[in-house]
């Protein structure tokens, strides 16, 4: 290995696809290879030589990990140069999904989303993305040195608010190879994922006056108007303590009288929860 005249591939690294073809020339000397043995091992592909250069040629690279060496026999023994090369596979499908979950998720849960890549090499040069929308979440890598074709599944824990209802998760996969890699490195996306968030009923409207003074004959209006997700469903219940028939986010009275005054209630509900409004009234003669 102490060889001050080492054999030097050109290019000095190779990358290529399983089932391309490939090649590299080795230059195994300036002066000291001269008059002795020299050649390329390789468990794939065909060495030509010509003076003391040597071009190593595959037709189609069936190997995953090839050990492919340059050497010469020196005076001081065996002298050589092992050409780096990295054989990949783009994945072969990305999909995306949730973790022992399926249906709505609940406002400030967490969850679990997982990215499976299935069939891609050498895994440990892979970057997964995760994304929300158009936002990067965070960017994931394997620490697995296989270089055969392996499944490998990515994981990213979430926690959705109600902002997230409706927005897309989804993951890419790319293969980042290096300078000798493909010029646009091999990505693959996943689908998209739509998030449903249920939360409860939140109140859309400003504070009201307590109490609300109403002058007789004068029109009333409660509005009890909030937003969640299922929608929610109102109940309102009277000074007189019986519920109203109105179902909807406002109450009217067309002309109050005396009987209107006293505590009207609304209970805006949803199956995640639910909020109450008081409203105190007083009629005025």
């Known amino acids: 290995e102490n060889c001050a005249d ?49 071009s190593w040629t595959v037709d189609k690279m069936t190997e995953w990990s090839p050990s492919v060496m340059c050497y010469y026999n020196g005076d001081n023994g065996q002298c050589c140069t092992t050409l780096p090369v990295t054989v990949y596979q783009p994945p072969h499908i990305v999909s995306i999904s949730f973790v022992n979950h399926t249906g709505p998720m609940l406002d400030g849960h967490q969850y679990t989303l997982q990215c499976t890549v299935q069939d891609v090499a050498p895994v440990e040069n892979l970057i997964v993305t995760f994304y929300r929308g ?16 392996v499944t490998e599944i990515f994981t990213l824990n979430i926690t959705p608010s109600k902002e997230d209802d409706g927005v897309q998760y989804r993951c890419e996969a790319e293969l980042e190879l290096g300078p000798e890699g493909p010029q646009h490195p091999p990505m693959v996306m996943s689908q998209n994922i739509t998030a449903t968030v249920y939360y409860k009923p939140q109140l859309e409207g400003t504070s009201h006056p307590d ?29 007189s303590g019986r519920a109203s028939p109105s179902r909807g986010s406002v109450l009217t009275i067309n002309s109050v009288a005396a009987e209107h005054k006293g505590q009207y209630t609304c209970s805006v509900s949803n199956i995640v929860g639910n909020v109450t409004v008081k409203y105190n009234v007083d009629v005025k003669s």
């Not at 490939?22 to 300036?30: D, E, L, P, W, Y």
């Not at 109490?211 to 009277?238: F, K």
């Open 6 to 54: 080492k054999p030097v591939f050109t290019p000095s690294r190779v990358v290529v696809k399983y089932g391309d073809p490939t090649s590299a020339r080795c230059s195994v000397c300036q002066h000291a290879c001269i008059n002795n043995l020299f050649g390329v091992e390789s468990p794939v592909g065909l060495s030509t030589t010509n003076g003391t250069t040597i």
């Open 134 to 149: 158009q936002t990067s979440l965070d960017q994931l890598q394997s620490n697995n040195t296989e270089k055969e074709p």
């Open 211 to 239: 109490p609300i003074t109403v002058t007789e004959g004068n029109p009333l209006q409660l509005n009890c108007s909030a937003v969640g997700n299922p929608s929610p469903s109102y109940t309102w219940s009277l000074p």
